[in-house]
Every structure is written in structure tokens, then in C-alpha cells.
């Protein structure tokens, strides 16, 4: 009976073994927490881009601490007659440090963009954007195309799956890059079409969704 037992648990070994290696990157489980309940805070240390001159734009913490946003107050990209190739694509770096409780760091884990487009038939348009600490690796791009013809607000949401998500280091205060792009070509139609991510009076904001998990 004993040697049947120790078999019997050699073989669940070597299965709980071959299951661990075996399970993809998507599988595994990482333990996130609710937001943390102590005060939070976030500075925009730097702009810069063609759709950020200083001063036209603005970040806060959300009052639950689970997210925050930024606002842009003069991002816009177009194209049509007479309308200089430069104003086809039109970008910002954002640098921010998010300054959060102790013992506790963060992910993004969701982005939701949004603005406005006059897109006329024949035209195209692009949003793309990436974000990483400083020092860490930069990462690919999240491409969305804008669909035309439109005349109304757009939305474009970066859904970031919990293996690819990558927390700050706990302990060090790095910065976020936080890098945008609007691109929008004329395409065959012949008026001006533009895609902005802007708002003058607060109404439409970018909201950057934080994972939180506690620091050993």
C-alpha cells in the first residue's frame, strides 16, 4: 500500500509538473487587489508633440483611485485642400508620476480614448498609443482606425490582458510615457475632414484604468 501511495504521488508530481510548463502566458493567474484607500496624487511632469504645446494639458487621479485621467485642450489632426501635410498627423508625449500609497504599485490595465471626428467620405483616419515606464521596455503600438463618414464623438478602448500587463517595480517612483498619435488623410474625398482628441470644457477625457497589487 505504502509503495502504491508513493507511485501514486509521484505521478500527480510529474502532472502538476507538466500542466505548470505547459500553461501559456494567458493562463496565469496574477493576484490584483481593490485600490488602495490612501491618498494618491499625480504630477504631469513634461509635454511635448505637435498636439500638446505647453500648457494644453491636464492630469488627475480619479476620486476612487482607480484610475486617472488627461485632457488635452488643442490635439487635433486634419486633412482637405489647402491644409498643410504637417496637420496630418499630430502627436503627444505625456511623462507623469503617479505618486501612490506605500507597499502598493500599479498596471495600466485599460485605456479609454475619446474625442471627436468630421470624417467625410473617402477620407481615413488613425489613433494609435502605447505607454511604459521609464527605463523598461517601450512595447508596440495599439492602432485604431476611425471609421468614415462621421460627425460625432469616437471611442477607442486598449483592453490589456493580465499576462502583458506590466506593473511598476515596487519600491522605485518611475515615470509613465504615456506616447499618442492622431493621423487623418484626405483619402478621395475633397473637403476637409479632422479627428481631435480635445476638450475645452472637461467633457471628453482619456481615462488610463490602473490593476493595483500589493508589494511584498
Same mark, same amino acid.
Given at each position: 500500500? +505504502?509503495?502504491?501511495?508513493?507511485?501514486?504521488?509521484? $505521478?500527480?508530481?510529474?502532472?502538476?509538473?507538466?500542466?505548470? %510548463?505547459?500553461?501559456? !502566458? =494567458?493562463?496565469?493567474?496574477?493576484?490584483?487587489?481593490?485600490?488602495?484607500? *490612501?491618498?494618491?496624487?499625480?504630477?504631469?511632469? !513634461?509635454?511635448?508633440?505637435?498636439?500638446?504645446?505647453?500648457?494644453?494639458?491636464? %492630469?488627475?487621479?480619479?476620486? &476612487?483611485?482607480?484610475?486617472?485621467?488627461?485632457?488635452?485642450?488643442?490635439?487635433?489632426? #486634419?486633412? *482637405?485642400?489647402?491644409?498643410?501635410?504637417?496637420?496630418?498627423? +499630430?502627436? /503627444?508625449?505625456?511623462? %507623469?508620476?503617479?505618486?501612490?500609497? !506605500?507597499?502598493?504599485?500599479?498596471?495600466?490595465? +485599460? $485605456?479609454?480614448?475619446?474625442?471627436?471626428?468630421?470624417?467625410?467620405?473617402?477620407?481615413?483616419?488613425?489613433?494609435?498609443?502605447?505607454?511604459?515606464?521609464? *527605463?523598461?521596455?517601450?512595447?508596440?503600438?495599439?492602432?485604431?482606425? @476611425?471609421?468614415?463618414?462621421? &460627425? &460625432?464623438?469616437?471611442?477607442?478602448?486598449?483592453?490589456?490582458?493580465? !499576462?502583458? #500587463?506590466?506593473?511598476?517595480? /515596487?519600491?522605485?517612483?518611475?515615470?509613465?510615457? @504615456?506616447?499618442?498619435?492622431?493621423? $487623418?488623410?484626405?483619402?478621395? =474625398?475633397?473637403?476637409?475632414?479632422?479627428?481631435?482628441? &480635445?476638450?475645452?470644457?472637461?467633457?471628453?477625457?482619456?481615462?488610463?484604468?490602473?490593476?493595483?497589487?500589493? /508589494?511584498?
Amino acid at each position: 500500500m +505504502k509503495s502504491l501511495l508513493t507511485r501514486c504521488g509521484v $505521478v500527480l508530481a510529474l502532472l502538476a509538473s507538466t500542466l505548470l %510548463v505547459g500553461t501559456p !502566458a =494567458s493562463a496565469i493567474i496574477v493576484i490584483v487587489d481593490p485600490p488602495p484607500s *490612501g491618498e494618491m496624487s499625480i504630477e504631469l511632469v !513634461a509635454m511635448a508633440g505637435s498636439g500638446c504645446s505647453p500648457g494644453t494639458a491636464d %492630469v488627475a487621479i480619479s476620486p &476612487d483611485n482607480s484610475a486617472f485621467t488627461a485632457i488635452y485642450s488643442a490635439y487635433l489632426a #486634419q486633412a *482637405g485642400p489647402n491644409i498643410p501635410v504637417t496637420e496630418n498627423r +499630430k502627436n /503627444c508625449q505625456l511623462n %507623469v508620476l503617479v505618486h501612490a500609497p !506605500a507597499g502598493f504599485t500599479f498596471a495600466i490595465a +485599460k $485605456v479609454d480614448y475619446r474625442g471627436y471626428g468630421y470624417l467625410r467620405p473617402g477620407a481615413t483616419a488613425q489613433q494609435r498609443a502605447n505607454y511604459y515606464f521609464q *527605463g523598461m521596455t517601450v512595447g508596440s503600438y495599439a492602432n485604431h482606425a @476611425i471609421a468614415a463618414p462621421l &460627425d &460625432d464623438n469616437w471611442i477607442a478602448t486598449d483592453q490589456i490582458p493580465i !499576462a502583458s #500587463q506590466v506593473f511598476r517595480p /515596487c519600491g522605485e517612483q518611475r515615470n509613465l510615457n @504615456i506616447n499618442t498619435e492622431l493621423r $487623418v488623410t484626405r483619402g478621395s =474625398s475633397t473637403d476637409v475632414s479632422y479627428l481631435t482628441m &480635445d476638450s475645452t470644457d472637461g467633457s471628453i477625457e482619456t481615462i488610463y484604468h490602473f490593476n493595483w497589487m500589493r /508589494c511584498n
